[in-house]
C-alpha cells in the first residue's frame, strides 16, 4: 500500500470531528460537529427525495439535529428542560437563523463540500 492509503485507512470518514463557533455571541462556546459519511449522504438525498417537504431550511435543520453532536439538539431532557416539544422547536429557541444556517455550512464543509458556500452565492447572484 502506499503513504496515501494508509492515510485514508487510519482516518476513516466515521471519525471525522470539529469544534466550531458560529458568532461572536457564542464565543467561546464551540459547537461539535461530525461529518456525515458517503453511506448516510445516500441515505439522506434518498429521504429527501420521498419526502418534497424535506427542503431548504428543514433540510438544513435536519442537518444540524443529525450531525451536531455537542450540545445533542434530540436529548429529550434538555428538549422538556427549555420548555420545548421537539428537536427544531429547541433549536430555534437557543440559536438565531443566521447561526443554524452558519452550523449547517460548517458541517457541509467538513463534509467535504468545501466550495459549497461560494457555490450558493453564485447561484444567488
Known amino acids: 500500500m502506499g503513504k496515501l492509503m494508509d492515510f ?7 471519525e471525522v470531528t470539529e469544534q466550531v463557533i458560529v458568532s461572536d455571541r457564542l464565543k467561546g462556546q464551540p459547537f461539535t460537529i461530525k461529518a456525515i ?17 424535506l427542503r431548504d431550511r428543514k433540510a438544513e435543520t ?22 420545548c416539544k421537539t428537536p427544531q422547536e429547541l433549536l430555534d429557541k437557543v440559536l438565531l437563523v ?6 449547517y455550512m460548517a458541517i457541509s464543509i467538513l463534509s467535504g ?9 453564485e447561484v444567488k447572484n
Do not use: H, M, W
Not at 459519511?37 to 417537504?53: G, I, N
Open 62 to 83: 435536519e442537518f444540524i439535529l443529525d450531525y451536531c453532536v455537542d450540545p445533542d439538539f434530540r436529548d429529550a431532557e434538555i428538549i422538556k428542560a427549555a420548555g
Open 37 to 53: 459519511s458517503p453511506v448516510e449522504y445516500d441515505e439522506f438525498t434518498a429521504r429527501a427525495k420521498k419526502d418534497k417537504t
Open 98 to 103: 443566521g447561526e443554524q444556517n452558519k452550523l
Open 113 to 121: 463540500f468545501d466550495g459549497l458556500e461560494a457555490q450558493v452565492q
Open 8 to 14: 485514508l485507512l487510519a482516518n476513516a470518514v466515521e
